[in-house]
């Protein structure tokens, strides 16, 4: 059935029925009647006159628009393989790409929770088009659920310093903010309320949240924040930034400003911006490429002193976005994804992991024995390779993610900490609990296909359903049901202990292990003291 809602730009018919995105029989859910409504625009098409600009308002439409189907997707690159067998993404072609998606339990409700989704993709993938971040779980569980799109890669993050007025940087968190305001302005009509409204994001999606926490023009949008695998240290100084927009202006052979770089065809563009993405990583120099070197991600998020006043860790370590409730954690195999599918993992050797332990500021023999004690038993080839993914884990995800925790207590600010545990059996089991595979159990979208690649054909449903209903709980309340990170470090643990192909239970069934733990990896956690 076809529902009409009114925008500030326009009406808009949606969809209502049973199902959107995934079989909910097949989990024993309910079949709600939700109401869908995709690609609708929250800003002008960023192309022409609007390219490099900050978000532009839309042109008001006559009649009703249909917000039937996903819009048009961001210029990106595809994945590289194998990765884009494990991450599927679609891209749509058409210039109105920063559109969004609505999932509403009814739009004549009135005061209903809200839930805006911001995708990953270090910042140069992703889309809200994504079949697994379908909403409709979300709204059956009555949360008015929106995902966004937002200005990828140089497009979005170049720092174009000859025209901060017209082209600012950090383009990509602006569109980030235009759809809040959005949302502000127009949820109600959908049966949101704009004053409960939570961001959640997950890999850049969670370091632009955190990010959205540190700036200004975002404070007062949203009441709550969920960053799942990122936190507050992934943003380049402007030397660093503009070291990239000159790279990549000399390798297109035109000037590094607005006007040379909006010259080039997208197309040209994107394929430029994945090449020197590509030498990066091949050549880590990291007196040229300064923290990219280290993180790889070309186009992330700079500290340019006015959309970005500083790194968010320091920002909140500040006080920013104290008054924002905060969910945040990681997944105990996080590096597994970008080590165990390219068969990285088992290329390493003991002597590369010391050299590694060495290079972040480590007592090599300290750190080898501590990541080798806490970590499980594995067989002695895949010792390097293990001891290398917790390394790595740790200083991109998990210490970072504590730290946002920690200097939001000093301020008396309140934040609830998971750790996802449960490890896919694909991959021969090496993929375990790696990044972004918590995806489909906390949007609920484990029946959908496109899950299959990362959990394989068994996925534990009912490990789904606690973490969707601990992120319903936060959504709606602003406490997921276990207690906060404060002098005990409490984590809520979800999945360890339960077998690969579904067997077991939750914790508060018996998993093999307890459901929530206080300062679990404590001796590694030790050793990053006054080190990251």
Known sequence: MDVVVETAAGAVRGVRGAQHGHAQHENGHEQAQVTAFKGIPFAAPPYGENRFAPPQPVVPWEGVRDALDYGPTPPKPPYRAPIDALLP?????????????????????????????????????????????????????????????????????????????????????????????????????????????????????????????????????????ITQSGAGHHAMRPETARTVTAALAESLGVAATAE??????????????????????????????????VDGMAFEPCVDGSVLPGR??????????????????????????FTVPFGLDAAMTEA??????????????????AYAAAGSAVPPEQRAGALFMALMRDVFFRIPAIRVAEARAVHGAGSFVYEFGWRSPELGGRLGAAHAMELGFVFDTLAHPDARPMTGPNPPQHLADAMHGAWVRFIESGHPGWDEYGARRTVRMFGHGIAGGG???????????????????ASTRALWEGRR
């Open 352 to 369: 590369g992991v010391r050299g590694l332990a060495a290079s972040m500021g480590l007592d090599a023999d300290e750190a080898v024995g």
């Open 260 to 293: 040379g770089l909006g010259a080039v065809p997208i197309a040209e563009f994107i394929g430029a911006q994945r090449a020197l993405s590509e030498r990066i990583a091949e050549q880590p120099d990291p007196v040229r490429w300064g923290e990219i070197a």
């Open 89 to 225: 993404e679609p891209s749509i072609p058409g210039e109105d790409v920063l559109n969004l998606n609505v999932w509403s339990p009814d739009t004549g409700s009135v005061g209903l929770p809200v839930l805006v989704w911001i995708h990953g993709g270090a910042f140069v993938n992703g889309t809200g088009a994504v079949p697994l971040y379908d909403g409709s779980a979300f709204a059956r569980s009555g949360v008015v659920c929106v995902t966004v799109n937002y200005r990828l890669g140089a497009e979005g993050f170049a720092l174009l310093p000859d025209a901060p007025g017209i082209a600012p940087a950090n383009r990509g968190l602006l569109d980030q903010v235009a759809a809040l305001e959005w949302v502000r302005d127009n949820i109600a009509a959908f049966g949101g309320d704009p004053r409960r409204v939570t961001v959640a994001g997950e890999s850049a999606g969670a370091m632009s949240v955190t990010a959205l926490m540190a700036m200004p023009a975002a404070d007062g949008l949203f009441q709550r924040a």
């Open 503 to 521: 067997a077991g239970d939750d914790g508060e069934v018996g998993d093999g292990g307890p459901t929530v733990v206080d300062d679990p990896g």
């Open 312 to 337: 968010p860790i320091d920002r909140i370590a500040g006080g920013a976005g104290a008054s924002v409730g905060l969910l945040t954690g990681t997944n105990a195999d996080e590096f597994a994804l």
